[in-house]
């Protein structure tokens, strides 16, 4: 899987959008880009996956760049729900099977009243 | 939508006992499943991926016969710590795929907080 970079810590103030930063510099053309967020003590949660194009859910948008080295999750209107540590995850997905996931450290944002 | 339960959530023991976490696939068939520690304020380390019918994976310096996990059904994943010492206290997650092949995202249990006194 190509590594991820991303940001240790952001904050946000509630109510506008979150703008969480990734950099895939080395993505393969096969590889999606993930999405996940863990809020304190829980399993973490799916959020949003792309290839290429931009993408958008009830949860959240992604922005992928046209070279895909890097991408951008959009939480549009920040709550203090959203304060969570957020994973970018790049890897390929074959019919063979199912690879595994491995995390780095997640972007810890928090959301500020 | 995919669902993936894990039991217990929470579990004190004694040291040098042994401690069984269960992972089930709800309303899915899981040939795979995937289990990660979690020590305080770190990232997710996976421990080994599950296979239906076979052996686990172990990665590297992850002790097998510690952790022991047996994938028994396409819908229940076993991880049991045996010989539980303090320093296995952690959070253990459990995480499954909804299908193989498809482009979906893998699904996370909630995690067992595992204290070993």
């Known amino acids: 899987d190509a590594k991820t970079t991303q940001p240790p810590s952001m904050d946000c103030a509630e109510g506008r959008a979150a703008n969480l930063p990734c950099n895939h510099s080395t993505i393969s053309g096969n590889e999606y880009v993930y999405w996940y967020r863990q809020i304190h003590s829980q399993g973490p949660q799916y959020i949003i996956h792309g290839l290429k194009n931009n993408e958008t859910n009830e949860m959240a948008s992604l922005i992928i760049t046209e070279d895909r080295k890097s991408s951008t999750l959009i939480l549009p209107h920040a709550t203090l729900r959203d304060t969570a540590v957020y994973y970018c995850?790049?890897?390929?997905?074959?019919?063979?099977?199912?690879?595994?996931?491995?995390f780095g450290i997640g972007t810890k944002l928090q959301v500020i009243p | 939508g995919a669902v993936v339960s894990q039991h217990p959530s929470r579990v004190i023991c004694k040291s040098g006992t042994s401690v069984k976490i269960e992972c089930r696939s709800l309303?899915?068939?899981?040939?795979?499943m995937f289990w990660y520690r979690q020590f305080p304020k770190q990232s997710l380390m996976l421990m080994a991926t599950s296979n239906e019918g076979s052996k686990a994976t172990y990665e590297q310096g992850v002790e097998k016969d510690k952790f022991l996990i047996n994938h028994a059904s396409l819908t229940l994943s076993t991880l049991t710590v045996t010989s539980a010492h303090p320093e296995d206290s952690s959070f253990y997650i459990c995480?499954?795929?909804?299908?193989?092949?498809?482009?979906?995202?893998?699904?996370f249990g909630n995690g067992t907080r595992l204290t070993v006194t």
């Open positions: 995480s499954a795929p909804p299908g193989k092949g498809i482009q979906g995202a893998l699904h």
């Open positions: 309303d899915f068939q899981a040939t795979t």
């Open positions: 995850i790049v890897r390929v997905v074959n019919s063979g099977g199912y690879q595994k996931v491995t």
